[in-house]
């Protein structure tokens, strides 16, 4: 080989280098982009079976979101009004302590009551309401607020399809929600009398997801701060589900702090929310 075959040679080899680390370095950029803790500015719809489920699932996610100036609407399918063990407690009362406690953790989360959407349905009930509508009614929610990324309860986990009705129903009502949305002909009344527009949610994360989680969000800075939301659920926890009480003995808040940060997930030293990650229907 003469000298300035090797050379070409050479330069060749030099150019492939560069370009290869400069698509290394754009498919970096484009995954960093991507990571939760770097959204600003976005559209974040949350579908929740209780007022509860948004903070234990994503909660640390949603301030972390919240933080960051994004805006948060989260949906609430039922006013969870059957989930006590007082026998004193009727269903109307516990609806209202159930949403002040909701209003109160997303208060801690960094998300204004005006976000929240109730659509009412009875604890336990949603499987039994007319599934054309409960899919329209979601639909249209889509449609009106086009998020850039949709929190949904995981409807494929085996706990949700189960053993929790509601979550059974509401995960796989809101994704057949995110379908509708995409096509005009479904519920073609949203576009020719309310002229919303249909919508195809670009991501999608499902949250309780533990089998097929395929996406970690650090929430180390702000596992606090969802631990806080939770305990705002007072009655959902002894002593109050046994008989309510509306504030903590601060030894049992204690303890229930103690329990959760204990339970938390973890990776790799931090503390996480697992989800599935999802645009389309296909698992990315
Ligand atoms: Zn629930």
């Known amino acids: 080989m003469d000298r300035t075959a090797f050379g070409d040679i050479m330069k060749r080899f030099i150019l492939c280098l560069i370009t290869l680390s400069f698509l290394a370095c754009s498919v970096i950029a484009i995954k960093a982009q991507d990571r939760v803790e770097q959204w600003r500015g976005k559209t974040v719809m949350v579908f929740t079976p209780h007022p509860d489920d948004d903070v234990f699932g994503c909660g640390g996610a949603l301030a972390m979101l ?5 805006k948060i609407i989260v949906v609430i399918y039922t006013n969870d009004n059957k989930g006590s063990f007082d026998l004193e407690m009727t269903s109307e009362r516990l609806a209202r302590i159930r949403k002040a406690e909701q209003e109160a953790a ?3 989360i960094g998300i204004p009551k005006e976000n929240i959407i109730w659509m009412g349905y009875e604890d336990g009930e949603l499987e039994y309401a007319e599934p054309k509508a409960l899919c329209g009614q979601a639909t249209k929610l ?4 086009r998020p850039d990324v949709l929190f949904s309860v995981d409807p494929g986990e085996w706990y949700e399809r189960w053993h929790k009705s509601d979550h059974r129903m509401g995960g796989f009502n809101t994704a057949d929600a995110i379908r509708a949305a995409e096509f005009h002909l479904y519920y073609p009344e949203h576009l020719l009398v309310d002229g919303l527009k249909p919508y195809k949610v670009p991501l999608m994360m499902f949250y309780y997801a533990a089998s097929e989680a ?4 650090d ?3 702000v596992v606090d701060l969802k631990i806080k939301a939770i305990s705002k659920h007072v009655s959902q926890f002894e002593p109050s589900i046994n008989k ?4 903590w003995d601060p030894k049992d808040l204690e303890k229930l702090v103690e329990y959760l940060k ?3 997930t973890k990776k790799d030293g931090k503390y996480v929310e697992a989800f599935r990650r999802a645009t389309g229907f296909n698992p990315q």
Do not use: F, L, Q
Request: proline share 4%.
């Open 66 to 70: 919240a933080r960051n100036g994004n």
């Open 106 to 108: 997303m208060e801690v």
């Open 142 to 145: 889509i449609r009106k607020y």
């Open 214 to 217: 395929n996406y970690w969000v």
């Open 219 to 221: 929430i180390t800075d």
């Open 244 to 247: 309510y009480r509306p504030d």
């Open 262 to 264: 204990g339970r938390a």
